[in-house]
């Protein structure tokens, strides 16, 4: 399944080079993931998913007032992690790509299997 | 005219004492005012709207995951500048009211009188 | 007594106006308060000083590089509250001034009195 | 040529899990890369160094209030772009890597030679 959110560049998203500011894309990825999970309650007050790698390619620079969609997809999964791919898309080219690692933690603070529809809603086919 | 803006709470927006960080309210509010503007185009290179002082009251405190709406009005108009009044509505309630007062600045860095096309697009009955 | 700061613009800081974003100095300016009580232990889990309304007045843009101050001062004291003072000092001059009002607040979410050694800290002669 | 940067945490800087928030890592990464270039002039106009990918593997979280240095190093040098390693260090601990390509880009858009000095400054055996 790919989730799309869509977002648009304020000043608090560029820097003084004109551009979207490299840090931020990280946030609006974050932005674009809680969007996905919003309905899901997490049990047994679980953590849920902690960002342990991030990876991220700048292609080509998003600007001031540009409307753009991050598509999200999960591309590993694993017992107690998996890994999501995020693509910054604006009238179908790709501006950046970013890779995180997610662990899943309980309320113990240790990793432990992901909860069985919290699987179910990101992976299904229907979004 | 009310100009009512949807807004989403995620980690990037809280602090550590499990609430929106109190200066993430002024990013979202600019978020807004960027919105109700996006179809402005500027003319002539102005730089736009730059705020010269600005007062926020935080009543209740948003959370994470939190919805809700940023409600903006222009308040005052002068020759080359105006006041707007932004307010965090979340199921009826107020949150934090903002007002910013922004000067109209042309390409030259200095002020000048607002394009009449843009007051008619944020002072018009329907939004 | 009057706190000093110093403080350095990166590219996180700015905006696409090539300037200082506005909503950054308020993040500054708690930088600026959190190292002015970094040797402060809050008393009994107490939450601390909430900020409950804040005004800047941006008088000069700061911009990428520029090294400069913040000078916090307490201006008034209440019982269970206080307004500080912040001025963006360079070279002399002031770019922004911003006051805040905070509330301090217990482990029980209300207000309490401020406790007599923190207000030492903040208002002695000497810094 | 090690150079270190001495950084401590703001409630900005941190997310409602009581942790620095994963994005802010990257922001505090290029505070201190500007600190390095500080007094580092670019010449004849040149955009600079852009970021073109960035890894970051998160080992522990640092917390507010914590004090630590950023430590960055060049691990690789191209003729038109490097790489630094940059580890978030607290009492000998490392809590972070991030490695960063960037690429010098010269006024015209595109990538050129990074200049000799600027190799000089940051590969120089002292700091």
């Known amino acids: 399944m790919l989730h799309k959110f869509p977002f648009s560049i304020a ?4 820097d003084a ?3 979207v500011y490299h840090g931020r894309y ?7 993931r809680m ?10 007050n679980d953590i849920g998913f902690v960002v342990r ?3 991220i390619k700048y292609i080509k620079p998003l600007k001031l007032k540009d409307s753009f969609y991050v598509e999200s997809e999960i591309t590993k999964i694993g017992p107690a ?4 791919e995020q693509k910054f898309v604006k009238d179908g ?10 662990a899943y933690i309980g309320k113990d603070l240790h990793t432990k299997p992901i909860p069985e529809y ?4 990101i992976t299904k086919k229907e979004g």
Chains 1, 2, 3, 4 share one sequence.
């Open 53 to 55: 790698q991030l990876n």
């Open 17 to 19: 080079g004109g551009i």
């Open 11 to 14: 000043y608090a998203d560029t």
């Open 118 to 121: 919290i699987l179910e809603k």
């Open 26 to 32: 990280i946030e609006i990825a974050e932005r674009a």
């Open 93 to 102: 080219d790709i501006y950046a790509i970013l890779t995180a690692k997610a």
């Open 35 to 44: 969007n996905w999970l919003k309905e899901v309650a997490l049990p047994d």
């Open 81 to 84: 992690s998996l890994e999501v």
